[in-house]
């Protein structure tokens, strides 16, 4: 097999691995903003019950996680390993998400709610216009690291038999007896994705800036 | 439920053998990833070009791609270098190496913080530079950087736990193990899930403690005000 | 017989052991301008937030016309609109401009569309002389300004009623001015205004009433005149006295 | 982009949601397949030639296109699930899936959780050794001089585990256990393991994929006839697919599928 075609099928799963994340990141973004949402403005209990949620979603190894999930996933309904693999991961990057989107959320100062409840608006009002749009701005930055963080951890779902980049390589790896070649292709390409994320992400920041914020 | 807990109790030694294993990776790793990771940080912010080129393109590499590769790069890349390592000594390496990186960038930090002040101060009384640098600037950066490298202790705790897939007999490979024994899955992992929280808040709380510790008055630095 | 927009009962406020105020009772007269004066720490932004809904009083009643607002049936949110609050530090949304920031409430609480809305935000930018900053960041405006802008958002939803919490002493000195200018030609206008200040002499020249409380309770209102020229009581005279000698030192040194 | 993120959320509520139910159980899981029209089949695609991945991403092997015709026998449509190989017995156990097809090889301790259908194949095991290998060995149990490589939560596992370890034969820091086969390949070819003991099938299809190995020995240890898995005590189900397993014998079908499958 010449280099060219090698180079070819490892990158082949770059679409996996993308797919993965694609999922995995705007689920985890989804649940871990309604999580904090409800951590912040949702009571005591709220607040107590998603603390203990984060602590043990935290505490545990994310391979062990995305078992975990695959498993009951996997038994409840018939899903495949991409999808199975991709919603555990966004449901592991949600504890994570959550906590980058609560500390932006208590960062914007708490009069910015009560100056738009003093106009009228009513608490989701508020929270969908006013702090918000502050919140998610102000969480680009630790959330571009976590969008790194997703794309590695997506090579996780290897241990499921996602064909993505890892898998790839294994395969070409045995079949043509090249395995450093074939490791650092994939390593090169893992690391060629995170770096375009993170590009992509300082783009969306500084184009977002508000000018001259406090 | 009785289930599950019979099936802990039936594995109970077995993770624990396995819990040990996971330790010993950790605390490898951990070493291992201190002082190649001050070298790298030294190299970054002290170093000459070629140094410092290659310490950026070091830290930036090993972070950039995920530890699961680096860990099959060591494991089954190598031998066709020529270069055959055991199951455990890849594992401690692909830790180590990965771990340096992450903290280099703590360390970086601190030393940028300590900042040029020190460096002149140290030279005006006629150190060399690198005695400034082993002599007044490190034990004040190590202290400083305590707070942030505080974190990688317990994420290389948890990043262990992919080794199994190179067929070392971590806690992960006990609960693997235990799954095909017992046909239960979900029981297993959840098993060594908790297992696991246990150690990282084990090693939470210790961290907490050494970093109280450190924080003894007069051992107190005047560069800790320094924007970390 | 004039109308009285609002009314308040008995209002007491207690957090823990600490009782903010106790036994409150004041009402306006539509066009009035009221200013609260007291030393810091007497609950007097405490009651302002009462009145608006924003803290919850522990006991007695407000009225806001003939409506009683305390009244568990009420819609907060539906009172909030019709009575406007200016903040000491300004709270402007930091994410939107001076336009948008005047704009939203209309297009989100008042449901105008977007023409109408806009063509109402530039009025009452108009009314507060800002007309040329519509388009700026709040990060981008001087504090004066930036409490200008507050101002006119309130405004724009036009409120029956307008609090002021000590809205010039986040600012500095040299910015006070334009504020209080905009905020008399408010009261010259016909607005009715509840104000939280330390100015005295705005209290002095606009205030139709003002209210002298102090530890929680309110220990004598009256017309500026009486108030300023023949305090009744001990505590009233040593407060006033105390702020005059202040600003006296204050100006002196500038 | 609003939709997109709506489009996102929702799926993934529906999704969460499907988790949320658990499936029902049915008397018999034969009535339940012919109700239904569907029958859905776990498999562990990383076992060629018996079941793997082809290039463009379908399943194949052995299992799987006799997975198929018994299917169709049955007249329902046939509905893969890929999952762990640990995992099968399992979700056949939990009436997760309806049956498995996944080389899997008679043992008593699965007997105790699940129900087999008739053998349709017998296997052989296999010691996988590199070219050069210089060791001798003349019975099963000389392998325990040798560093051993297995795939994880096989009979070849279990037989190494119980035959050798538990025996006191080996120590257990001799046994490597990997999540796929072809790991272990690479590790015989990188010398840290001897032998790998695993099925004589999967063995020859890593020797000609790889190159450089040999077999040294071939016997039935554990493994020998395999079978299908089916949920326990359903014996309507299990005549079913006997009966259909007899048909294909009789037919030649399996010989034919033998011959596609495991001669080069």
Known sequence: MDIIRFIQYIASGTAYTLGVTFVALPSGLILGLILAIIYVYGGKIAARTLSVYSTIMRGIPPIVLLFILYFIMSGTINLSPFWAGSISLGVISSAYQMEIIRGAILSVSGGQMIAALAIGMSRLQAIRYIVLPQTLRLAIPPWSNEAAIVIKDSSLVYALGVPEILRRAQLISASTQQPFLAYTTAALIYFGLVLFTNTLLRRLENRLRIPANP | MSDWLNLLIRFFDDFLVGAGVTLELTAIGLVMGFLLGLGLALGKVYGNKPLCWFSTAYIELFRGTPLLVQLFLIYYGLPSLGITLSQTLSAYLALGLNSAAYQAEYLRGAILAIGNTQMTAGRAIGLSRWQTILHIILPQALRLAIPSWSNEPILLLKSTAVVFLIAVQDLMAKAKRAATTTYNPIGSYLAVAVVYLVMVFALNALLKWLERKARIPGFEMEGKKGSL | MTNKILTIKNLTKIYGDNIVFQNIDLSINEGDTVVIIGPSGTGKSTLLRCINLLTKPNGGQIWLDDEEITSKEVNEDNVRQHIGMVFQNFLLFNHLTALENVKLGLIKVKKLDKTAAEAKAFQELERVGLVDRAHHFPGQLSGGQQQRVAIARALAMDPRIMLFDEPTSALDPELIGEVLEVMRKLSLAGMTMLVVTHEMGFAREVADRIVFMEKGSIVEEGSPEDLFNRPKFQRTREFLWKITELYGKKEQEE | ?264
């Open chain 4, 1 to 264: 982009m609003k939709k997109v993120s709506v489009a996102l959320m929702l799926m993934f509520l529906v999704a969460s949601a499907l988790v949320a139910c658990a499936s029902p159980e049915a008397d018999s899981v034969l009535d339940k397949i012919q109700e239904a029209g569907t029958v859905v089949v776990g498999t562990s695609a990383d076992y060629p030639p018996y079941e793997y991945v082809d290039e463009s991403g379908n399943f194949a092997g052995f299992d799987i296109e006799l997975m198929t015709e018994i299917a169709k026998r049955m007249d329902v449509e046939l509905e893969w699930t890929d999952m762990p190989f640990d995992s099968l017995i399992a979700a056949v156990q939990e009436g997760k899936i309806d049956m498995s097809i996944s080389c899997f090889n008679y043992s008593e301790e699965r007997d105790e959780k699940v129900d087999f259908s008739d053998a349709y194949y017998t296997s052989e095991d296999a010691f996988l050794v590199a070219e050069d290998f210089a060791g001798t060995i003349t019975n099963a149990e000389d392998v325990a001089n040798f560093k051993i490589g297995v795939q994880s939560g096989t009979v070849q596992d279990e037989w190494v585990t119980t035959e050798l370890i538990d025996a006191g034969l080996m120590e257990e820091s001799n046994l490597s256990r990997y999540e796929r086969v072809d790991q272990a390949a690479m590790d015989l070819q990188a010398g840290r393991i001897e032998v790998i003991v695993a099925d004589s099938v999967p063995a020859q299809a890593l020797m000609g994929q790889f190159g450089g190995f040999k077999i040294v020995f071939e016997d039935m240890l554990y493994t020998g006839p395999i079978n299908i898995v089916l949920p326990e005590g359903d014996s309507e189900l299990q005549e079913r697919v006997n009966s259909i397993i007899a048909e294909l014998q009789s037919e030649g079908f399996i010989d034919d599928l033998a011959v596609k499958y495991f001669s080069d």
